[in-house]
């Protein structure tokens, strides 16, 4: 019965991969076709530092409070059955990037809420007659708040969902859309080897509210806003650690992305654990015209009845310059009975 249910719940997902809709489609093929076709690409940047230092590869080996982003159905495999988590990232231009989230888990069901915020600061307005500036400025923001639910279908394999509403911002004029995650997370049995499925931002097309604004003599303005294609990616991976001896152990991930606005890129992340203490981390993105590389490091400490992980990652974007990222993960523990022992909130 078990493996009927798991089986259904495959076929559904893969039913629902293959089915595009005339108002949205869950993976544009041919992406490097669509280039710049799709908005709201403030929903792709990375979240997590620790994601970022193994190279985005991170589809089956969400299992921190960064899940929520990359595969729900990560929650179910979370070191501890709640979770706090915080992340920031220097993006380039000076803009910068907040996330946060909570999340929890029972048994068999878990739940989770996360946001995200992009401030792009004041942003020097100007015109044709105006190439230095005008003297006014506006801002660029954009926000996002979702609500994730889990379930683990048997003791290897879980699914995920998150619905999300998105804001953008652009001075005077604002764009809004409903989005929706999909994920799964399966355990093959041999050691820790899991591999996962996620599809993120699947949704309707979206265009500002408003009409255009007028322009100079000379110029006609349009009618109605052009509308954009949701940023839908699909990431499929695999993952797994190799005991190298008792106090430390090598972690590798590999992941295969498909947005639908650009073209397929192969990820790939390896993670040097040195007696569950400290952290090394490096990854690396195939096709992308500048950067890829990322590396960083991360701190894990257990005090009383708090797991804290502390994590910071470096990545390239070429020409964009060098982006910092940071996050911190916070698990509680509780303390077994007649014991002044610690442990984490395992089921």
Do not use: C
Not at 25 to 38: C, D, H, K, S, W
Not at 42 to 62: H, N, T
Not at 67 to 94: D, K, V
Not at 256 to 267: G, L, M, N
Request: hydrophobic share 40%; proline share 3%; net charge positive.
């Amino acid at each position: 019965m078990v493996r009927i249910r798991m089986a259904l719940a495959v076929l559904m997902l893969t039913t629902l991969m293959a089915a595009p809709t005339q108002a949205t489609e869950f993976i544009r093929l041919f992406g490097e076709e669509n280039v710049g076709t799709a908005g709201a690409q403030f929903l792709r940047v990375p979240v997590g530092a620790r994601a970022v230092a193994m190279g985005k590869a991170y589809s089956a080996l969400a299992n921190d409070g960064s899940t929520l982003f990359w595969n729900p159905a990560g929650i179910m495999r979370t070191p501890g059955r709640q979770n706090f988590f915080f992340s920031h990232t220097e993006y380039t231009a000076g803009i910068a990037m907040e996330n946060l989230s909570y999340h929890q888990r029972g048994q068999n069901f878990g739940y989770g809420l996360s946001m995200g915020v992009l401030r792009s600061g004041d942003i020097l307005r100007t015109d044709e007659l105006h190439q230095e500036g005008t003297g006014q400025y506006f801002n660029a923001n954009q926000f996002f708040v979702g609500a994730s639910v889990a379930r683990s279908m048997t003791d290897r394999f879980s699914i995920g969902g998150t619905v999300k509403y998105f804001q953008e911002n652009l001075d005077e004029f604002q764009t809004k859309a409903l989005f929706a995650d999909l994920g799964i997370l399966y355990y093959v049995g041999l050691g820790d080897t899991r591999i996962g499925f996620s599809v993120r931002n699947f949704g309707n097309d979206m265009k500002p509210d408003g009409t255009p604004p007028a322009l100079s003599d000379g110029y006609v303005a349009a009618n109605d806003f052009q509308r954009f294609a949701a940023p839908t990616v699909g990431q499929f991976g695999a993952a797994r650690t190799w005991i190298l001896s008792q106090k430390m152990g090598f972690l590798t991930s590999v992941d295969f992305a498909h947005p639908s606005d650009y073209k397929e890129s192969f990820r790939m992340g390896g993670e040097l654990s040195m007696n569950k203490i400290l952290f090394l981390r490096v990854g690396y993105e195939t096709s992308r015209a500048e950067g890829g590389f990322a590396a960083g490091f991360g701190v894990e400490l257990k005090r009383k009845q708090m797991l804290l992980k502390v994590d910071y990652a470096y990545s390239d974007l070429g020409s964009f310059g060098t982006i910092h990222h940071i996050s911190v993960d916070l698990s509680p523990l509780v303390r077994k009975k007649n014991s002044d022992a610690w442990r984490r909130r395992d089921r």
